[in-house]
């Protein structure tokens, strides 16, 4: 009978260093709690599956303070983030330029910005071979977070007290260790849902081959400028991406074999070039959505909570939502003041925001599909057919392939409609979420907190910690001495802020805006609430 290496307990296990994983250990650590990442990879890989972060993400990395790092092993702030659609080749005139600006070119846009229509700070561009080891040497800093690599979960049971993990490392040493809970961060094809016997429900899409290159100069020599995506209107669906350190290239197409893809580059670049090719592999678009994402102590998240394919830059951004919010809500219950209504809210507000996201790639796709469809094996010919060929294209490219880009509003415009711990004003008919690209700021109850400045020039972001904050625009400093009381009670951290800001009363309005560790408001009003103990158990899981 083969032994079992006992492991000691600890209070949340996480399967899965990636990018989701290792945030959520990052944010369970920094919170005090004692986790144990394993992962049954050797080490972390050499593939961009991600490479932005978008502005959300951003302001979480800000909240848990680790976007500075973050934005200095990235993409450089100065370049611009153009997007082209090139005509059979990167060296002769695009069909399709669209302008993006820079990081630091939208810094100082955002910090111009006075009605709250845009993030505390803007995306940031990093691959995800450059994100996950940064990730985990922060994570690492607590010494209550411990990373494992080459072991991986293999099984679980739970009970009342807890959930007990099965582990096995590459040379088939048998683990187990227990814990509080345990998070399924391990991706598509994940154990941890398949034990569950949670399904995934959706589509898979095209077939496509990724690969790639590595070129020291390649960048500096394209003629027709730097950018960050190189679409090539092709029947091939060929797409080229710039990575963080503007030497590695990934390209993703639709060919036969993998052979296929290393000449492709060549002909898509257009000029000679001295390149390597790193990896070449197949992969399948997919959007699909698991039907559950808790049962009992043990959650899903990321990849194994939702899939969705990197037309418009959603999947990880979603995980690391995903990892946020469970991340707050389980230091919550592990240090004493959440109730377990706080971890039923977590499926209730991320699986609407994962099937929103999910639709809301599915239309950039489609864009992108609409474009591509234009395509005609004339298109590059100098004749009537193909010059037709080419303005057909562009036309509907000039709209369709923009849902692939500007999606502020789902990044930024999520609001958790059907929470069992949002003390709502007006019941919302429906807990699915609208799927709206344009960002338009909301005091409602479930809403992100839009941003407005202070007058030292911080955001109020940065004002509000890992509390539940009461935001006081009424000028007449509201008594808020109940609040306080019942939150302390409960043993939940709690404070006032009154902005010191011009804009706050006008994108907040005169009134009251409660708001969670998260800055998702979880409650409004224009006067203390008369129930401040029944508010106050209600946000925190107690009621």
């Known amino acids: 009978m083969t032994s079992i290496q006992q492991l000691p307990r600890t209070q949340v296990v996480i399967a899965g260093a990636g990018p989701v994983g290792l945030t959520l250990a ?77 990081v630091n070119e ?56 807890g959930a007990t993990v099965a582990l096995r490392d590459a040379s088939g040493v048998a683990y ?27 589509d898979s899409l095209l077939e496509m081959r990724q690969a790639l290159f590595y070129s020291e100069d390649l960048l500096d020599r394209i003629p027709i400028g730097k950018g960050r995506h190189y679409h090539i209107a092709d029947d091939k669906n060929s797409f080229l991406i710039v990575q963080d350190d503007k030497k590695h290239f990934s390209l993703h197409a639709t060919v036969a074999s993998d052979d296929e893809m290393a000449p492709l580059f060549e002909k898509i670049i257009g000029f000679p070039i001295e390149y390597e090719t790193l990896y070449v592999g197949g992969w399948r678009q997919r959007l699909m959505l698991a039907d559950r994402y808790r049962d009992g102590r043990v959650f899903i998240a990321g990849d194994a909570a939702h899939l969705v394919i990197p037309t418009g830059g959603l999947g990880m951004n979603t995980g690391a939502g995903d990892a946020v919010d469970l991340g707050w809500k389980l230091a919550a219950v592990l240090n004493g003041w ?37 395509w005609r094996p004339e298109i590059a010919d100098d004749t009537a057919a193909g010059e037709k060929s080419r303005a057909d294209l562009i036309e509907v490219a000039e709209r369709e392939q923009r849902w692939s880009n500007d999606l502020y509003g789902i990044e930024l415009g999520y609001r958790y409609q059907g929470s069992p711990t949002l003390a709502y004003d007006v019941t919302p008919e429906s807990a699915d979420q609208e799927v709206v690209f344009e960002y338009v700021p909301s005091t409602e109850v479930g809403a992100r907190l839009p941003n407005v400045w202070l007058r030292d020039g911080r955001a109020l972001q940065d004002e509000i910690g890992w509390e539940y904050a009461l935001i006081d625009t009424t000028g007449r400093a509201v008594d808020a001495a109940g609040l306080a009381e019942a939150f302390a009670g409960i043993g939940a951290p709690f404070r006032v802020i009154q902005p010191d800001s011009d804009d706050a009363v006008a994108v907040y309005g005169e009134g009251l805006l409660l708001v969670r560790p998260d800055l998702h408001i979880a409650w409004r009003g224009t006067e203390a609430p008369d129930d401040a103990a029944a508010v106050a158990r209600l946000v925190t899981g107690n009621a």
């Open 176 to 202: 187990e260790i227990e814990a509080d809970y345990l998070v399924g961060c391990d991706g598509g094809s994940s154990t941890v849902r398949d034990k569950l016997g949670f399904r995934l429900e959706g």
């Open 106 to 161: 939208l810094t100082a846009q955002y910090r111009a910005t006075r009605d709250a229509s845009t993030a505390a700070v803007p995306y940031q561009l990093i691959s995800q071979y450059t994100l996950e080891p940064l990730l985990r040497d922060m994570a690492l800093r607590h010494p209550n977070v411990s990373i494992e690599f080459d072991r991986e979960v293999t099984d679980f049971r739970q009970d009342d007290a």
């Open 338 to 374: 959440g109730g377990d209504a706080l971890l039923d809210s977590y499926e209730a507000e991320r699986r609407p925001t994962g099937r929103r996201n999910i639709a809301a790639s599915r239309r950039a796709a489609m864009g992108r599909r609409a474009w591509r469809a234009m």
């Open 26 to 102: 990052l944010s369970l650590g920094q919170a005090g709690i004692d986790v144990r990442l394993f992962d049954k990879r050797p080490g972390f890989g050499k593939l961009p599956k991600m490479e932005r972060c978008n502005a959300r993400t951003m302001e979480n990395f800000r909240r848990l303070g680790v976007e500075g790092e973050i934005r200095a092993a990235g993409l450089d702030t100065d370049m611009p983030m153009d997007v082209f659609i090139c005509l059979e080749d990167v060296a002769r005139p695009p069909l399709v330029v669209h302008k993006y600006d820079s």
